[in-house]
Antibody, heavy 122, light 109 residues
Framework: EVQLVESGGGLIQPGGSLRLSCAAS????????MNWVRQAPGKGLEWVSI???????YYGDSVKGRFTISRDNSKNTLYLQMNRLRVEDTAVYYC????????????????WGPGTMVTVSS | SYVLTQPSSVSVAPGKTARITCGGN??????VHWYQQKPGQAPLLVIY???DRPSGIPERVSGSNSGNTATLTISSVEAGDEADYYC????????????FGGGTKLTVL
């Protein structure tokens, strides 16, 4: 069974740092387009970052320069290092695999983890 | 940057057809994906590539994309269809951003 499971969320003060993990089973992280998507309480979905199979990384404007996406191939795990956290970063953070067409274009997030809650508050 | 616009809510009686729209500039040139999210759960892909259904999604769920509007259609609506629905595209013109619509709450009366 293909599964993604996030961990590492919690309560953190503004300005602090946190690292989220996404452990994968049934799929190889390094062979896939892996993303982080977040959802603030009572709000919609917001794309955060992508790590392509080739290693390229991209970020949404609201987190660029503060968050870093990475992976550990030996552990088949995706990470999100979050620095200089703000109150507005409070959200459930989902790890999601994005399907890819043969052309290399993305084709929807078909596998999601259950999410991990991050609360930034003093 | 590219913007997707969805109605905040849609209401439909059981057995009827629900249509949820997603507006965007020349959206027909993009591949649109749709997600269903129930309270406390992760989103679920219900339509990808405008109109394709993942395995396990019933045939009464369909999608279309034309002009400036993509549409998710759910026929013979059931109580279990009540959820939030989000459209999403890849905005290749702005780099590698993935864009979500604001979401539509589908209420089954």
């Amino acid at each position: 069974e293909v599964q993604l499971v996030e961990s590492g969320g919690g309560l953190i003060q503004p300005g602090g740092s946190l690292r989220l993990s996404c452990a994968a089973s049934g799929l190889t992280v390094s062979d896939n387009f892996m993303n982080w998507v977040r959802q603030a309480p009572g709000k919609g979905l917001e794309w955060v970052s992508i790590l392509y199979d080739g290693g390229s990384t991209y970020y949404g404007d609201s987190v660029k320069g503060r968050f870093t996406i990475s992976r550990d191939n030996s552990k088949n795990t995706l990470y999100l290092q979050m620095n200089r956290l703000r109150v507005e970063d409070t959200a459930v953070y989902y790890c999601a695999r994005e399907k890819a067409l043969a052309s290399g274009s993305p084709d929807g997030f078909d596998i999601w983890g259950p999410g991990t809650m991050v609360t930034v508050s003093s | 940057s590219y913007v997707l616009t969805q109605p905040s809510s849609v209401s439909v009686a059981p057995g009827k057809t629900a249509r949820i729209t997603c507006g965007g500039n020349n959206i027909e040139r993009k591949s649109v994906h749709w997600y269903q999210q129930k309270p406390g759960q992760a989103p679920l892909l219900v339509i990808y590539h405008d109109s394709d259904r993942p395995s396990g999604i019933p045939e009464r769920v369909s999608g279309s994309n034309s002009g400036n509007t993509a549409t998710l259609t759910i026929s013979s609506v059931e109580a279990g269809d009540e959820a939030d629905y989000y459209c999403q595209v890849w905005d290749s013109s702005s780099g590698h951003r993935r864009i979500f619509g604001g979401g539509t709450k589908l209420t089954v009366l």
